[in-house]
Nanobody, 121 residues
């Protein structure tokens, strides 16, 4: 299971750090990823980190502003979000990456419950 936390309300230009605690079978995944879903829109890929080598991948819309990381000892993944924009407003989900096209939701399972991020102007 995955437990996401750390969302909240922040002004544009501000920062938030999301956390995702992993347990159970998620340990056997290739990595962990973040997706987000804004009202009326499809869920979209944000970032991925692999468990072993710590390779990272980002959506173009967040490159240079967001940083994904993981603490293997704590089985926890993080998403540091800086220079937040109104368009970053969404529910953020973490999930276990099982392989394949990493921008596709079908490559993931064990989705967490999501945490709301709201960026105000």
């Amino acid at each position: 299971q995955l437990q996401a936390s750390g969302g909240g309300l922040v002004q544009a230009g501000g920062s938030l750090r999301l956390s995702c605690a992993a347990s159970g079978r998620t340990f056997s995944s290739y990595g962990m990823g973040w997706f987000r879903q804004a009202p009326g829109k499809e869920r979209e890929f944000v970032a991925l980190i692999t468990w072993s080598g710590g390779s990272t991948y980002y959506a173009d819309s967040v490159k240079g502003r967001f940083t994904i990381s993981r603490d293997k000892d704590k089985n926890t993944m993080y998403l540091q979000m800086n220079s937040l924009k109104r368009e970053d407003t969404a529910v953020y989900y973490c999930a276990a990456y099982r392989g394949g096209g990493y921008v596709n939701t079908r490559a993931y399972d064990s989705w967490g419950q999501g945490t709301q991020v709201t960026v105000s102007s």
